[in-house]
């Protein structure tokens, strides 16, 4: 009898529970056995594992967070660390492992997977910051969740005729700004794949002000950072009464979305498909909406994209 193990590794992200249901329940309908590790590469190295069954994972479908728990694992990224982890697998007989994360996951899952433990990869993150995939689970949830805030921030910005700058998430990554910005008319988008001056800033909004606007959102991306001080600055310069709010980790919780329940559960399935057929160094990703898979290091090789395109459009219909 095959036994796949399955984890959460790095921050999480709404859905993964989704995807670690698809994957338990798809893995014990064909035959198998699994084991949930908890606490990320952690649980691997010191034994937190609980056998799983089709019972284990009800009621989670709709819940954010993990029920795996998960962790950041400093002792994995040494090779000791590494073979800790395999030995764990050759006493459990785990003969594969579905591991739900980030880039820095994928890089565990390699090493282990060069260790002899076939391991496949799921993209959970909320930031959308993996190359080998146009979609990460929980980025619809996060963008959703940072809509409504920012909705709610209007609300009162609009009241008072006010410049609100938003913080979203994305330590690396513009893709929850960007998409955020547009769903909710931001005036300017700032993110850390573009470098963009505050003289632009400004100029953006004097602008939009000689049109009769009364009220502005900012997005700022994490990564881009310091929304205090570019409130500070935009009131400076513009006489426009400014305000700032990060949303920080209110954007990692709550219920996932449609489209992070569905994604996760179809990658989760095909990745125990791979793990069935003995596939590893694997990690699955979405393609113009097919669930493809890509070589670990192929995948954490490739360069996203910032979407230009889109840029362009919130720039030109926010004034
Ligand atoms: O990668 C997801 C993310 O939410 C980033 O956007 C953010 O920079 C980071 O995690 C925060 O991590 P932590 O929860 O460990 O502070």
Redesign the pocket.
Known sequence: QKTIGILTS??D?PGMNAAARAVVRAALKKGMRVIGIQRGYNGLIHGEMVEMNMRSVSDIIHRGGTMLYTA?CVEFREWEGVLKAKKTCEETGIDGIVVIG?DGSFRGAADLSKAGVPCVGLPG???N?IACTEYTIGYDTAMNTAMEMVDKIRDTSQSHDRCSVVEV???RAGYIALNTGIACGATCILVPELEMKMEDVIAKIKEAQSLGKQNFIVLVA?GVGGSNEIAKQIEEATGIESRATVLG?V??GGNPTVRDRVEASRMGYYAVELLEKGIGNRVVGLQKGEVVDFDIQEALSMKKEFPMDLYKIANEISF
């Open positions: 790095g921050g992200a950041r980030g993150t909320i930031d910051d998430m994305g330590r994490e980790h954007q990692r």
